[in-house]
Nanobody, 125 residues
């Protein structure tokens, strides 16, 4: 059974950094675009970042541009989200997702077929 497992979340002070990891198992995700989404309390889940299969194309929501970086290591079946200069408004549960319909990027939830269980990120002021 295909699984995506996120890790690396936690509590950090504003201005700090965290690196989230998303490890894929149970099947190959070769050729899949990947993405990170987040859901803050009382809010809908929103797109954060996405990366193509090759890693050559990335996209970000405006609020994290210049602070977050998405990368992937296909040999390890793992996607990363490096988060720097964290702000309290970045507090959310962060989800990793994989899309089978194309090797490129995707910013919409319905483009993704597989989801992880989420990892909590809390940024204190």
């Amino acid at each position: 059974q295909a699984q995506l497992v996120e890790s690396g979340g936690g509590l950090v002070q504003a201005g700090g950094s965290l690196r989230l990891s998303c490890a894929a198992s149970g099947r190959t995700f070769n050729g899949y675009g990947m993405g990170w989404f987040r859901q803050a309390p009382g809010k809908e889940r929103e797109f954060v970042a996405t990366i193509s299969w090759s890693g050559g194309s990335t996209r970000y929501v405006d609020s994290v541009k210049g602070r977050f970086t998405i990368t992937r290591d296909n040999a390890k079946n793992t996607v990363y989200l490096q988060m720097n200069s964290l702000k309290p408004e970045d507090t959310a549960v962060y989800y990793c997702a994989a899309r089978s319909r194309g090797t490129g990027t995707g910013t919409m939830e319905h483009e993704y077929d597989y989801w992880g269980q989420g990892t909590q990120v809390t940024v204190s002021s």
